[in-house]
């Protein structure tokens, strides 16, 4: 198993959530790592992402400044911190990673090759 998440669950709107991934193997070795979500009868989409050398740090406009990306990589872990969470947060949340995955693509789903198994988050109103 290269990723696996944890911490999604059931929380009412406004409040918090932080997720993990466990990276190994491989995926361990990529350059970034991605949370990507999916909501019901939704494609998946790109959340966020860090580049694991350094500590750029990428977001999608629906997510930017509530949701925080960060990373150990002592523990090749990395999280994803979710403030404020609103009913529109609701959807599984994957993390992926890929050694080719490059700056240029790191919003694209096709271009991650590893994937966790997806924890869900709901957001009650």
């Known amino acids: 198993v290269q990723l696996q998440a944890f911490g999604g669950g059931l929380v009412q709107t406004g409040g918090f959530l932080r997720l993990s991934c466990a990276a190994s193997?491989?995926?361990?070795?990529?350059?970034?790592m991605a949370w990507f979500r999916q909501a019901p009868g939704k494609e998946r989409e790109f959340v966020a992402a860090?580049?694991?050398?350094?500590?750029?740090?990428y977001y999608s406009e629906s997510v930017k400044g509530r949701f925080a990306i960060s990373k150990d990589n002592a523990k090749a872990t990395v999280y994803l911190q979710m403030d404020n969470l609103r009913p529109e947060d609701t959807a599984v949340y994957y993390c992926?990673?890929?050694?080719?995955?490059?700056?240029?693509?790191?919003?694209?789903?096709?271009?991650?090759?590893?994937w966790g198994q997806g924890t869900l988050v709901t957001v009650s109103s």
């Open positions: 193997g491989r995926t361990f070795r990529s350059r970034y």
């Open positions: 992926a990673g890929d050694p080719s995955v490059i700056q240029s693509n790191i919003r694209t789903q096709s271009a991650y090759a590893d």
């Open positions: 860090i580049r694991i050398s350094g500590s750029y740090t």
